[in-house]
């Protein structure tokens, strides 16, 4: 099994985020990885002043066997 790090910072603290940095955008980092088959094996947030960074652990996707 293949495990892979991703994050994501969003700026939920921040009167105007940046573009592509809104809480409502972390769903769609979310979406690619369950798309490409990967499980969510860990999740943490981590606060900053600005915001939010959202930590995953994936696992998978299965690769097939080799002959």
Known sequence: ????HSYYST???AAIPPPGKAPS???KHIAT???AGWTMAF???VGT???TVHHFI???PEQPASP
């Open 1 to 4: 099994m293949q495990m892979v």
């Open 11 to 13: 700026y939920d603290r």
């Open 25 to 27: 955008d972390l769903d």
């Open 33 to 35: 990885y369950l798309e």
């Open 43 to 45: 999740y943490s947030t």
């Open 49 to 51: 002043q600005a915001g």
């Open 58 to 60: 994936w696992a998978g």
